[in-house]
T-cell receptor, first 115, second 117 residues
Framework: AQTVTQSQPEMSVQEAETVTLSCTYD???????LFWYKQPPSRQMILVIR??????QNATENRFSVNFQKAAKSFSLKISDSQLGDAAMYFC????????????FGTGTRLTIIP | DTAVSQTPKYLVTQMGNDKSIKCEQN?????MYWYKQDSKKFLKIMFS???????INETVPNRFSPKSPDKAHLNLHINSLELGDSAVYFC????????????????FGDGTRLSIL
């Protein structure tokens, strides 16, 4: 069974600084996707970024980038130039790349932005 | 122009009652899901349907019965509600991977907070 682990229940960062959220996962599959979702206090689940396992190049979306280490099964999220609106719960998630597979989520990291 | 919409957003009810949560998506997706987020914010899959057919049922008590009248709707009916059912329930949808597309991200509704008294 696939598992996703987020070892940092809470993180904080000064506004405009950079923060990295950690995620590790366990799988025996080779073809899968990894995602970071953001859940602000409004409760919405918002897709931040995704990474295909077969791609070596790390995904980037504006201020958000990932460090994907397939051999180490590590998938960290880097947020640059942190903004107050980045404050939220961040969930790492894993999904297989065939069928209509469920997402397996980590336990989340609560990110606080310090003004 | 909401993509995945759930109703109601909040549901407060007594233990033992039966209630339903509705979900609709206007994205043309083939697959829909129900997830449960507990008080510790842990999100876990409950069900998924592809073109009205059940494909995932993750050991959910049979008091929970999903119903998909068409591929744009996946409703969740819960019988004999228990205190442990208190949670936020999220509906999500995605495009069918078997259509030759790579894994499409799941789009989530805003969640329904269910509180059992």
């Amino acid at each position: 069974a696939q598992t996703v682990t987020q070892s940092q229940p809470e993180m904080s960062v000064q506004e405009a600084e950079t923060v990295t959220l950690s995620c590790t996962y366990d799988t025996s599959e080779s073809d899968y996707y990894l995602f970071w979702y953001k859940q602000p206090p409004s409760r919405q689940m918002i897709l931040v970024i995704r990474q295909e396992a077969y791609k070596q190049q790390n995904a980037t979306e504006n201020r958000f980038s990932v460090n994907f280490q397939k051999a180490a099964k590590s998938f960290s999220l880097k947020i640059s130039d942190s903004q107050l609106g980045d404050a939220a719960m961040y969930f790492c998630a894993y999904g297989l790349n065939f069928g209509n597979e469920k997402l397996t989520f980590g336990t989340g990291t609560r990110l606080t932005i310090i003004p | 122009d909401t993509a995945v919409s759930q109703t109601p957003k909040y549901l407060v009810t007594q233990m033992g009652n039966d209630k339903s949560i509705k979900c609709e998506q206007n994205l043309g997706h083939d697959t829909m899901y129900w997830y449960k987020q507990d008080s510790k914010k842990f999100l876990k899959i409950m069900f998924s349907y592809n073109n009205k057919e059940l494909i995932i049922n993750e050991t959910v008590p049979n008091r929970f019965s999903p119903k998909s009248p068409d591929k744009a709707h996946l409703n969740l009916h819960i019988n004999s509600l228990e205190l442990g059912d208190s949670a936020v329930y999220f509906c999500a949808s995605s495009q069918d991977v078997s259509q030759g597309l790579s894994n499409q991200p799941q789009h989530f509704g805003d969640g329904t907070r269910l509180s059992i008294l």
